[in-house]
């Protein structure tokens, strides 16, 4: 009984026309670099009003430096690994990593590595824009936060 049981199982032809192959990918959100982008800009936003909000308790402020640390690497070596999956490469040697711990060393590492050399040009750039993007997002909502917190 139990052989009839598991031969009536058995995909027949018919079936196998019908049936989705398993040789797919999982794709969720944030396996595409653009969504780790917008959280380090989310997250450098949070942190300018951390920085106002430390300021006005008037408490240490290697606090803001701990938490952007351990927010932003583990952030920037999910997007080196996104973004090598989306652009189906296999990331360089150790750049995920490197670009976790030392940003301004491994981003360029990775760009001049995985691509040639003027769209990695290219790309630096538009990481060091970023850069300042974040770094300005900071500064700004650190301002309007202290105003905010001092009244």
């Known amino acids: 009984m139990a052989l009839r049981a598991l031969r009536n199982c058995a995909p027949s032809a018919l079936s196998a026309a019908i049936v989705r192959p398993l040789n797919f990918t999982v794709s969720s959100l944030m396996s595409h670099p653009r969504a780790f982008i ?11 009003v951390l920085q106002a909000y430390v300021r006005a308790r008037h408490d240490d402020f290697r606090i803001v430096t701990v938490v952007s640390m351990f927010t932003f690497a583990p952030l920037l070596s999910a997007w080196c690994k996104a973004d ?23 981003v360029p590492y990775y760009f001049l590595k995985s691509l040639p050399l003027q769209q990695a040009g290219i790309a630096i750039a538009r990481a060091a824009g970023l850069f300042l993007l974040m770094g300005a997002t900071t500064v700004a909502l650190d301002m309007i936060a202290s105003r905010a917190f001092a009244s």
């Open 38 to 48: 917008v959280a380090m800009v989310g997250i450098s936003a949070v942190l300018g």
């Open 84 to 106: 090598a999956a989306n652009r189906a490469i296999t990331p360089p040697p150790a750049a995920p990593l490197l670009v976790g711990i030392f940003a301004l060393v491994g």
